[in-house]
């Protein structure tokens, strides 16, 4: 007996888990914390090298803002993480052939 293929349809605006924020959940903010954490660590590099206090506090702005802006999921539950992800998948999915065309048939 054949079974038939069923998708499953999730309508806009209905989130796949639970979120404290909207379009932030646990995976989101712990993907913030992460960033976080690394520029926690470029900061100390940071003013190690250079004792600039602004520097590293601008540096540390940036990162974490970067990241709150990429992981944010929208209505439709991505974000652009997600979807630069995606994006890369598909470009690696691409073949280019190279083919010579030959007229065997010409005169």
């Known amino acids: 007996m054949e079974e038939d293929e069923v998708n499953l349809y999730i309508p ?3 989130q796949l ?9 646990k995976k ?8 976080a954490l690394i520029a926690f660590a470029i900061g100390i590099f940071v ?3 250079t004792r600039n206090p602004i520097l ?6 940036i990162i974490i ?8 999921k ?20 691409q073949r280019h052939y ?3 065309y030959e007229d065997y048939y010409e005169d």
Request: glycine share 8%; no cysteine.
């Open 17 to 25: 888990g639970k979120q404290a924020i909207t379009g932030y959940g």
């Open 12 to 14: 806009v605006n209905v």
């Open 65 to 72: 803002s970067l990241a709150v802006v990429m992981v944010g």
């Open 47 to 49: 003013f190690a090298l």
């Open 98 to 100: 190279e083919y010579k």
């Open 74 to 93: 929208n209505v439709y539950n991505e974000s652009i993480l997600d979807n630069l992800l995606q994006l890369l998948d598909f470009v690696k999915s």
């Open 28 to 35: 989101e903010f712990k993907l913030i914390l992460f960033a």
């Open 56 to 61: 590293v506090i601008i540096i540390g702005i």
